[in-house]
């Protein structure tokens, strides 16, 4: 019997910028652990005229992972954060009760041709700390614990497995691992693992039970104890996931929560300008017509 209970391929996604490969959430998947929310960024090119300006914009009830794999982003919110993220390194913004923040390309990148790619990753709060005081983390790449297995490099991004744990300030039990091999390898991992995992293919393939699996999809695994595969030649995955949370999760634009009143307040306020604002920027986002994903289960 296979181990792959779901295969999640990637649906072009219009972030009012530019078009992004949507992962999570999936009508047949809303969560798998506490991550809700993955989006693959590019990859985009874009001259010397054209620029990532996602003005400010709200997010309530999760953290945001941002990790590139080339281009930079430059961020700033309303605890005061200024932080140009490059590849290797992670931005971890936890926004609880409500926090503002921006995208936009760096200043030293504007008049230039340049390259976006990356992964643009959500992952919900416990219930119990739905409302906790926001917060940022930034990582530098040596920060990250990445390590090397019979030739296989290995990266744990976020949370804990194999013994080791990211210094990302994560909230709930996950893990979020880069795998990486230049020859083709089985590898048997479930034990590392606890709760739901799902396995991004970036570039390259994977086996599993006969069958090959391409670039741009998600297998989840009904165990993820039972996570065999063989990673081949000059692959590059992800494995994530961890400990689902009890309670169901709505989501409605950038808010993620367990009630349907946390997600009206929040709509309210914004609407409102009652959310704290980014001194100096005045493009701000507005909340959009209609709900895309409330009242959707997990």
């Given at each position: 019997?296979?181990?792959?209970?779901?295969?999640?391929?990637?649906?072009?996604?219009?972030?009012?910028?530019?078009?992004?490969?949507?992962?999570?959430?999936?009508?047949?998947?809303?969560?798998?652990?506490?991550?809700?929310?993955?989006?693959?960024?590019?990859?985009?090119?874009?001259?010397?005229?054209?620029?990532?300006?996602?003005?400010?914009?709200?997010?309530?009830?999760?953290?945001?992972?941002?990790?590139?794999?080339?281009?930079?982003?430059?961020?700033?919110?309303?605890?005061?954060?200024?932080?140009?993220?490059?590849?290797?390194?992670?931005?971890?913004?936890?926004?609880?009760?409500?926090?503002?923040?921006?995208?936009?390309?760096?200043?030293?990148?504007?008049?230039?041709?340049?390259?976006?790619?990356?992964?643009?990753?959500?992952?919900?709060?416990?219930?119990?700390?739905?409302?906790?005081?926001?917060?940022?983390?930034?990582?530098?790449?040596?920060?990250?614990?990445?390590?090397?297995?019979?030739?296989?490099?290995?990266?744990?991004?976020?949370?804990?497995?194999?013994?080791?744990?990211?210094?990302?300030?994560?909230y709930s039990d996950l893990f979020f691992?880069?795998?990486?091999?230049?020859?083709?390898?089985?590898?048997?991992?479930?034990?590392?693992?606890?709760?739901?995992?799902?396995?991004?293919?970036?570039?390259?393939?994977?086996?599993?039970?006969?069958?090959?699996?391409?670039?741009?999809?998600?297998?989840?695994?009904?165990?993820?104890?039972?996570?065999?595969?063989?990673?081949?030649?000059?692959?590059?995955?992800?494995?994530?996931?961890?400990?689902?949370?009890?309670?169901?999760?709505?989501?409605?634009?950038?808010?993620?929560?367990?009630?349907?009143?946390?997600?009206?307040?929040?709509?309210?306020?914004?609407?409102?300008?009652?959310?704290?604002?980014?001194?100096?920027?005045?493009?701000?986002?507005?909340?959009?017509?209609?709900?895309?994903?409330?009242?959707?289960?997990p």
């Open positions: 019997m296979s181990n792959i209970s779901i295969i999640i391929e990637e649906r072009p996604a219009d972030i009012g910028h530019f078009l992004v490969g949507r992962l999570l959430p999936f009508r047949e998947k809303r969560m798998v652990g506490p991550f809700i929310f993955i989006d693959h960024m590019g990859p985009a090119h874009l001259s010397d005229h054209e620029n990532i300006d996602i003005g400010p914009h709200p997010h309530i009830g999760l953290s945001t992972l941002t990790y590139l794999f080339d281009g930079a982003i430059f961020h700033k919110d309303t605890l005061g954060t200024e932080v140009e993220i490059t590849p290797g390194q992670v931005n971890w913004m936890t926004a609880g009760k409500g926090i503002v923040h921006s995208e936009r390309t760096p200043e030293h990148l504007r008049h230039s041709d340049k390259s976006l790619h990356g992964l643009q990753i959500w992952v919900a709060l416990p219930k119990e700390l739905e409302e906790m005081p926001p917060s940022f983390f930034h990582a530098n790449a040596d920060e990250i614990p990445a390590w090397e297995t019979d030739g296989v490099s290995y990266k744990l991004i976020a949370g804990e497995a194999f013994g080791r744990k990211s210094p990302v300030p994560v691992l880069e795998i990486k091999s230049p020859t083709t390898q089985t590898l048997k991992i479930g034990d590392e693992l606890v709760g739901e995992a799902g396995l991004y293919i970036l570039e390259g393939s994977i086996e599993s039970e006969g069958h090959t699996y391409e670039p741009k999809r998600i297998l989840v695994a009904k165990n993820s104890q039972l996570c065999e595969f063989t990673i081949n030649a000059n692959s590059t995955i992800y494995v994530f996931g961890g400990e689902p949370f009890a309670e169901l999760r709505h989501i409605y634009w950038n808010f993620v929560a367990t009630s349907l009143e946390l997600i009206e307040h929040a709509k309210l306020k914004w609407q409102m300008g009652e959310f704290p604002a980014i001194e100096g920027e005045t493009d701000v986002v507005p909340l959009p017509p209609d709900p895309p994903y409330l009242k959707q289960k």
